[in-house]
């Protein structure tokens, strides 16, 4: 059984900072992917970032420049650094690992407040 745990979201002002981080603990094999998405209330959710197992990122257009994902592949785990953060980026975030399947954490919310 793999688990992922979330942690670092929180309530901070327009123009701060947070870092979210993720662990995965559990039989989890050859991560090729690791990623953070959100979902809005009353929204779907929608990819924020992903990186390779190659170090390959990609960004959702809306926190390029101002969000950036790191991985530990030792320590199987995953950061989303969020600077400059936005009202529009208040979500439940929620980090991702792919090996053979895909799994999720539970989730940590973000609040922004302008």
């Known amino acids: 059984q793999v688990h992922l745990v979330e942690s670092g979201g929180g309530l901070v002002q327009a123009g701060g900072s947070l870092r979210l981080s993720c662990a995965a603990s559990?039989?989890?094999?050859?991560?090729?992917?690791m990623g953070w998405y959100r979902q809005a209330l009353g929204k779907q959710r929608e990819l924020v970032a992903v990186i390779t197992s190659s170090g390959s990122t990609n960004y959702a257009e809306s926190v390029k420049g101002r969000f950036t994902i790191s991985r530990d592949s030792v320590k199987n785990t995953v950061a989303l650094q969020m600077n400059s953060l936005k009202a529009e980026d208040t979500a439940v975030y929620y980090c991702s690992m792919t090996d053979y399947n895909v799994y999720w954490g539970q989730g940590t919310q973000v609040t922004v407040s302008s």
């Open positions: 559990g039989s989890i094999f050859r991560i090729t992917r």
